[in-house]
């Protein structure tokens, strides 16, 4: 390989590394966190470096006699009828930055808490998530100088 043609891969490579940056990076945090928030429905609590379970609901420690009670007495923590909560998760990519976001107008309430609702957080800061997203972009990094 001659010094021009060295130089030309370098700056490919820069390229390549720019535009996972700007465009590729984003996309893949934020589908890892809505992936990842997501699931904290399916362990009933919140990641971070452990689990912290959510506190139970009372439908489910004193469950009514009727059937829909004895229904809503078997479901999960968080999840409705509807599963909108859950289900609400996404996200918004641009350039070098993403934005993860529930746009159900009570998630706040659940997320961080009231004075009367405890607090079952399911979006937030998580070493566990920056785990995944760091070992998802250096794959995505490796895979540059092969092309």
Same mark, same amino acid.
């Given at each position: 390989?001659t010094?021009?043609? +060295? !130089? =030309?891969?370098?700056?490919e490579?820069g390229?390549?590394? $720019?535009? &996972? ?10 589908k890892?966190?809505?992936?990842? +928030? !997501? =699931?904290?429905?399916?362990r009933?609590?919140?990641?971070? $470096?452990? &689990?912290t379970?959510w ?6 420690t004193?469950p ?5 009670g004895?229904t809503?007495a078997?479901?999960q ?14 996200y918004?990519?641009?350039?070098g930055?993403?934005?993860v ?8 309430y659940?997320?961080e808490?009231?004075d009367?609702?405890?607090?079952r957080?399911?979006i937030?800061?998580s ?9 998802e972009?250096n ?9």
């Amino acid at each position: 390989m001659t010094p021009k043609e +060295f !130089t =030309e891969q370098l700056k490919e490579i820069g390229i390549e590394i $720019q535009n &996972l940056a700007d465009n590729e990076a984003p996309v893949i945090a934020g589908k890892t966190a809505a992936d990842f +928030f !997501t =699931e904290n429905f399916q362990r009933q609590g919140f990641l971070n $470096q452990s &689990l912290t379970a959510w506190r139970d609901v009372q439908r489910r420690t004193h469950p009514r006699t009727t059937p829909k009670g004895q229904t809503a007495a078997g479901r999960q923590i968080l999840f409705g009828e509807t599963r909108n909560l859950s289900r609400s998760i996404d996200y918004d990519a641009g350039r070098g930055k993403v934005t993860v976001y529930s746009d159900v107008k009570y998630a706040p309430y659940h997320n961080e808490g009231t004075d009367k609702l405890p607090k079952r957080q399911f979006i937030g800061d998580s070493e566990k998530l920056n785990e995944l997203v760091i070992s998802e972009i250096n794959r995505k990094l490796k895979e540059i100088p092969k092309k």
